[in-house]
């Protein structure tokens, strides 16, 4: 809410799907202190399966610029979401993914992947760079430190570890950059000496961490 705040009389542009768009001011009253900002909050919504111009092309190099196109996941919405708002949300809006095009390069970023059909190992196999779901290592890691909780893939979350989980998908061999983000204080690789954090990196994956900068 500080952060909030602190933007509250600044410009701020949002770039969401309408169903986010109506969660965030619909059902959230930390973000009613946006409906007081002066100039106004400027919504821009994200259009699946869509190329949208952040960046426009140049008139001299229609290569150039920086587009984005949101993409479905196939997820859910997450419980805080009343379920009369929900039944009336477009049920491919729940989780997306974002690909980012400039000339020739692409980057897939899905902090929340749920790994529910296979178009997203596509996605993955068609970009230069991906960031991906690296919440939990297992999926009854919640449940294992505190009974109750729900799991990896109750959350909207695909495990590292385990049958089908995202260490095991059948990546074919190709030029992209695997990097785990969004990752739980429970995960293991957390811990450089791990064994878990040995198995990623030996699997051709890396390991976000604070201030790391990626070039494609």
């Known amino acids: 809410m500080g952060l909030l705040h602190l933007r509250e009389f600044q410009p701020l542009q949002i770039f969401s799907t309408i ?9 959230n009253s930390l973000f009613r202190v946006l409906a007081r900002s002066n100039p106004p909050v400027k919504w821009e919504t994200l259009p699946l399966d869509r ?17 984005c196109k949101a993409v479905s ?3 859910s ?21 974002l690909i980012f095009a400039s000339k020739e390069k692409k980057f897939f970023y899905a902090p929340n992947l749920p790994g529910m059909g296979d178009h997203w190992l596509r996605l993955v196999e068609e970009s230069d760079l991906a960031i991906l779901d690296g919440t939990f290592w297992k999926d009854d890691e919640l449940h294992s430190i505190q009974r109750g909780s729900k799991s990896a893939r109750q959350m909207g979350h695909l495990p ?21 983000i969004h990752i739980n204080n429970t995960n293991p690789i957390l811990n450089d000496e791990s064994p878990e954090s040995r198995i990623v990196r030996e699997a051709g994956w890396e390991i976000a961490y ?4 990626l070039a494609i």
């Open 51 to 67: 190329l949208m111009p952040l960046i426009p092309a140049s008139p001299t190099d229609k290569k150039s610029g920086l587009f």
């Open 73 to 75: 996941l196939n997820g």
């Open 19 to 27: 169903a986010v768009r109506r969660i965030l001011t619909e059902e």
């Open 210 to 213: 604070d201030g790391m900068e």
């Open 160 to 180: 590292l570890w385990g049958d089908r989980g995202l260490l095991r998908q059948p990546f074919r061999p190709s030029k992209t950059r695997r990097v785990l």
């Open 77 to 97: 919405f997450p419980d805080y979401v009343s379920e009369s708002l929900r039944n009336t949300l477009a049920p491919e809006e729940a989780v997306i993914g």
